[in-house]
């Protein structure tokens, strides 16, 4: 079957060949005719002078074939083109890689696994579909207006607040608490954003520096932590010293810049006038009840009172000014004309001072030696920008370092209040707990109340709440805080204690424990607490380092 087939199609192929072959030689024959008339036609005609018959067109073009390249010639057109695109597509590579994040030659794998771009086509869509493909993203916790405090670390925000440009905003309490183990990173913030940085703003920052520290030149022991900042800075520390010496500082508890309310009568009332700091009367009667270990009963308070108003008349008589030894003397030995008001005797008067009297008296002559009997020193003024209150070499138990800190505290507050020209204030106190504890506290808070009204920002560092008695009034003087900075808390019932106090979520206590050095949970406000990453500059690390004793590398001889 197979072999009739191919022998019928063998058969019609010849045919066609030898009709095609016999039409070719009969078109040719039939041109080369043509060809023979038009030759021998071309004759002139004699009487018409024309030439007769068909004359050949010598202008007509032959017609040419097709051009048909051979296989070299289409090897070297396609490579040729193959050339061509390569440089075309390079060329466009070259410039899309002016805006993109890669630059250089792209790498054929990567370009085929789609790392440069979108392999797929893009899917048109609009916003209210594509709402369930949005990823969440974290919000950044602060504006950009403030003092950088470091970076959020969920989502590496910058973190700018400051408590001045923030007021009315986003807090409305302008004090902040610190609050942390010791080496977990309090002093370097502190130093830094509480210090430095509201520095460069033309801001006043007052210190009262507690932690004692080695000087990084090794030539002086026992410097308060903030001397080598000052120092640097231009400024000398005022320092206490019991006993008084060189370079030693006194601060009056009667200075007229204090106010002296010698007709407040805190036995009917728990605190000072409405909208006035602290004063003279406050002050005496915390510092008595603080070595008295207990509160002045009204016998004692009434002869307290009529010894500071004699105090007070007496000096201004004699054109000085009052000093804590003239309520002692006079405590002692009253005026019978004092006791008229109230139809008793100087006796009556002198009876009930005597126990005052006599505290006041070891105080200043044994525990206080230097520091509050005598008038104010010149170098103790709010000239500067920077003031350093150097309190390291006062002890850390006794009433010495709470009565000085709480009468620096009252001194500035009411400084501030008569000042003509409101410049934003930094406090800054480290081991506040010194500040806060017994008769102290309620003092520290009347002062705190008003820092709005004076333009101070109080700035409070502790170590750990239970520092703090559950009854104290500074309890709510720290709830009060509306900026919270929570470091590494090792003990878990300090941790439990902020997670109560500050409403942290469930859980922030074994946060707490786990915190790394520089790291801190903060609060701002009511807004949701985060992570705080605390930054420093490189200049700033070297003026916040405070482990210059543990790094020191000097040595001693064997005897």
Known sequence: MMKTLLKKKSQSARIDELLSSSYAARTSAEERKLEEVSDTSA?????L????????????????????PNREQKRSAAKAERKAKAAQRAQERHAQNANRWYSGQRNLLLDKLGTYELLRPEIRSTTRQMEAGQLAVSQSPTGMNGLLMGTETEG????????????????????????GDVGAGKSSFMKTWCVLRPLMLGRRVVILDKKSQTDHSGQEIGVGEYTPLARRLGVEPIRFVIGGGEKATCINILDPAITAAVNYNPDKAAATPEGNPANQAMLLRSIIAEVLGRPLNPKEGKALRVAHKRALYQAKEADRVAVISDIIDLLKHPHEEDAEDFGGTAEDLRLWGLDPAFELERMVEDDLAGLFDGPTTQNVSLTGGLMVFDLSALPESGPALSVVMTIINTWLANML?????????????????????GSFAEVTRQNTKLSRGLGLSSNFAFHHLSDIPADSPAISMIKECDTILCYRQA???????????????????????????????????????FVLNHLRSDLEKVLTDTDAGMTSTATTTLV
Not at 43 to 47: E, S
Not at 169 to 179: D, E, F, G, Q, W
Not at 505 to 526: D, H, S
């Open 417 to 437: 209040r008569h000042q003509k020209r409101i410049v934003p204030t930094h406090l800054v106190v480290e081991e506040a707990w010194h500040l806060v504890r």
């Open 491 to 529: 003990r878990s019932d300090d941790g439990q204690m902020m997670e109560r106090l500050f409403d942290f979520p469930a859980g922030t206590a074994q946060v707490l424990q786990v915190l790394q050095t520089g790291v801190a949970l903060c609060k701002i406000g009511t807004k949701k607490p």
């Open 49 to 68: 002078g024309e030439p007769v018959g068909i004359v050949k067109d010598e202008k007509k073009k032959k017609s040419k074939k097709p051009f048909r």
């Open 43 to 47: 004759v002139t005609d004699a009487a």
């Open 156 to 179: 590496d925000w910058p973190v700018c607040h400051d408590t001045f440009t923030s007021y009315g905003v986003s807090i409305t309490s302008p004090n902040t608490a610190v609050l």
